[in-house]
C-alpha cells in the first residue's frame, strides 16, 4: 500500500469549473501536509501548507482531516494555467525531515 | 525566495560511465540536504538524506556504493551514479533545509539523466 495515495486522473475540466483533488495518508505520525505542483518535466513547487482548519489562498482552499488521514484540495474558477500534475505531500516532522510525495493528480483545464 | 541550483539539468551517457550531479544552495546554509528520484508518471521518491559533514542516510533499496553522496559544505552536495545502467534513467531533484528555517524545503530545478 502506498503511503500517500491519490487518484491519477487526469481532471479535464473546462475554464472556470471548480475541481477537487483528495488524497490519503497511511502513516498516522505525519505531522506537516502540502500540495504542490508540478508541471512536465520541472521540479515540484510547492503550492499551499495544510492545515487542520483548513485554509485559503486565493482560488486554492485546502482542507485536512487528521482522523481519517485524508487531504483534499479544492481550485475555484480554473484557468488554463493550473493545468499541472498536483502533488499531495506528508512530512513525519520537521524541516529535517524527508517529504513523502503521493504519484499525484493530473489537472487539464481546456478552454 | 531561497534558490537552489543543480547542474547539469541534463545529462546523457553512455552505459557504465560515472556521472556527477551537483546541488548548491546560493544564498542559504543547507544542514540538510535530500536526493529524490522520479522515474515516469511516478511520484518522487526519497533516495537519501544527506548531513553536512557526515554520512548519507540511504532509503531502503539505495545501493550506497552506486549512488555516492558528498556534502562537504553548507552549500554543496553532489551525487554520483556510478557505473550508470539504463534502468538509472531518471530525474534527480535534490532539496535543501534552510539551517535557519524549521519548515521549509527548497526544491533544485532537477538533472534528466538518460543512460544508452
Known amino acids: 500500500r502506498k503511503e500517500v495515495e491519490q487518484d491519477p486522473g487526469p481532471f479535464n475540466v473546462p475554464e472556470g469549473a471548480t475541481v477537487a483533488f483528495n488524497c490519503t495518508y497511511s502513516n498516522s505520525a505525519s505531522q506537516s501536509f502540502f500540495w504542490y505542483r508540478q508541471d512536465c518535466r520541472k521540479e515540484p513547487k510547492l503550492l499551499m501548507s495544510v492545515y487542520s482548519s483548513g485554509n485559503e489562498d486565493g482560488r486554492f482552499t485546502a482542507q485536512l482531516n487528521r482522523a481519517s488521514q485524508y487531504i483534499s484540495l479544492l481550485i475555484r474558477d480554473s484557468k488554463l494555467s493550473d493545468s499541472a500534475t498536483y502533488l499531495c505531500v506528508v512530512r513525519e516532522g520537521g524541516g529535517r525531515r524527508a517529504l513523502t510525495f503521493g504519484s499525484g493528480t493530473r489537472l487539464q483545464v481546456q478552454p | 525566495g531561497a534558490v537552489v541550483s543543480q547542474h547539469p539539468s541534463r545529462v546523457i551517457c553512455k552505459s557504465g560511465t560515472s556521472v556527477k550531479i551537483e546541488c548548491r544552495s546560493l544564498?542559504?546554509?543547507?544542514?540538510?540536504m535530500f536526493w529524490y528520484r522520479q522515474f515516469p508518471k511516478q511520484s518522487l521518491m526519497l533516495m537519501a538524506t544527506?548531513?553536512?559533514?557526515?554520512?548519507?542516510?540511504?532509503e531502503q533499496g539505495v545501493e550506497k556504493d552506486k549512488f555516492l553522496i558528498n556534502h562537504a559544505s553548507l552549500t554543496l552536495s553532489t551525487l554520483t551514479v556510478t557505473s550508470a545502467h539504463p534502468e538509472d534513467s531518471s530525474f534527480y531533484i535534490c532539496?535543501?533545509?534552510?539551517?535557519?528555517?524549521?519548515?521549509?524545503?527548497?526544491f533544485g530545478p532537477g538533472t534528466r539523466l538518460t543512460v544508452l
Open positions: 544564498d542559504f546554509q543547507a544542514t540538510t
Open positions: 532539496s535543501a533545509n534552510w539551517a535557519s528555517s524549521t519548515d521549509t524545503q527548497y
Open positions: 544527506s548531513n553536512e559533514g557526515s554520512k548519507a542516510t540511504y
